[in-house]
């Protein structure tokens, strides 16, 4: 089971020092946990996620260039389409020289892999969910993430039912999120068992592990991470 650690502002380095999967970057600026400034230097095995809400294309496209992302966290109303091209977007601005401000003139290269960046696009969930709006996203995104209905594009520090996830049709891998913490203990290795999480492919924790937005609690980490490699059977 995959880990990933949203939400990055004030000490990234020392959560970087945990091994996580992923680590999350918040580029909406309303966020209280909205990332700017230089990105730490982090291992190779760890993948930087960006996180952005409803942005301009290029915006996303100079982010990822930036800070060299390797993922981008949809979490606002982007539609397939939306996905799709920011997938060409990437394409054809790797094509490029980097000292190129255009990210769309020049032909896409076939020759890049369309993986090398992954889209992530997320769906929030309160009691009930249609899995038919999925269904346009399958062949433009790597993963979905599914967070908790909230006031917030996550961050809202409550979970939703995960039962809802036992109608999941899709074989898409998915991350799980919103609201997880060390009381979710007994209630994730529960889930991590059941068939409901046949494609759960990464854990995904922000808020629960604060003691104020952006800064993490590293001893709560380390604690969860051994729960977490234990739990899963």
């Excluded at 945990?18 to 993948?47: A, C, H, N, T, V």
């Excluded at 977007?89 to 490029?96: E, H, I, K, P, T």
């Excluded at 203990?185 to 990464?202: G, Q, R, T, Y």
């Amino acid at each position: 089971m995959k880990l990933k650690i949203c939400g990055m502002n004030h000490n990234p380095t020392e959560v970087a020092e945990l091994q996580p999967d992923y680590l999350g970057f918040i580029f909406w600026e309303p966020s209280s946990r909205y990332f700017m400034g230089d990105m730490p230097k982090l291992s190779s095995s760890i993948k930087k996620v960006g996180v952005f809400v409803d942005a301009p294309l290029e915006e996303v496209l100079e982010k990822v260039e930036q800070y060299q992302l390797n993922a981008v966290q949809l979490h606002g109303k982007e539609s397939a389409e939306y996905c799709k091209a920011l997938k060409e977007g990437f394409l054809s601005f790797r094509a490029q020289s980097r000292n190129q401000g255009n990210f769309h003139q020049k032909e896409v290269s076939t020759t890049l892999d369309l993986t090398t960046l992954e889209i992530i696009k997320v769906f929030s969930i309160k009691d009930d969910f249609d899995f038919d709006v999925l269904k346009d996203y399958e062949e433009v995104c790597d993963y979905f993430l599914f967070d908790t209905k909230g006031k917030l594009p996550g961050g809202n520090g409550y979970t939703f039912d995960w039962d809802v996830l036992k109608k999941y049709p899709s074989n898409k891998p998915y991350f799980l999120s919103g609201g997880i913490g060390l009381d979710s203990e007994e209630k994730l290795k529960e889930f991590l068992n059941s068939p409901a999480s046949k494609n759960c492919f990464a854990i995904d924790v922000n808020s629960k592990f604060e003691t104020a937005p952006g800064l993490k609690n590293i001893e709560d980490l380390k604690i969860f991470i051994e729960s977490l490699e234990s739990g899963h059977n």
